[in-house]
């Protein structure tokens, strides 16, 4: 059974930092592409950051120079680092894991960010 369980989320002043963790199970993980998506209230889901099973990283233009992707595949975990938080990174943030045709998510967990 694949599980993808995420943590870190929680409330967050204007400026502050957040790191997200995302731990795997059932997967060979290493093979996987990674990435965290994230959906605000009345949102589509978009994607904030990817990470290939190369470390290729991949950030959308709303979070660069703010947020950092990264994975550690000894421990089945991709991470996000979020600083100089602002209100509209307020989300569920989620997490993602796909190879070919394979995709996963994780339940979710959320950010707010308070002015």
């Known amino acids: 059974q694949v599980q993808l369980v995420e943590s870190g989320g929680g409330l967050v002043q204007v400026g502050g930092s957040l790191r997200l963790s995302c731990t795997a199970s059932?997967?060979?993980?290493?093979?996987?592409?990674m990435g965290w998506y994230r959906q605000a209230p009345g949102k589509q889901r978009e994607m904030v950051a990817s990470?290939?099973?190369?470390?290729?990283?991949n950030l959308a233009d709303s979070v660069k120079g703010r947020f950092t992707i990264s994975r550690d595949n000894a421990k089945n975990t991709v991470y996000l680092q979020m600083n100089s938080l602002k209100p509209e990174d307020t989300a569920v943030y989620y997490c993602?894991?796909?190879?070919?045709?394979?995709?996963?998510w994780g339940q979710g967990t959320q950010v707010t960010v308070s002015s």
């Open positions: 059932g997967i060979t993980f290493s093979y996987y592409n």
């Open positions: 990470i290939t099973s190369g470390g290729r990283t």
């Open positions: 993602n894991a796909n190879y070919i045709r394979d995709a996963y």
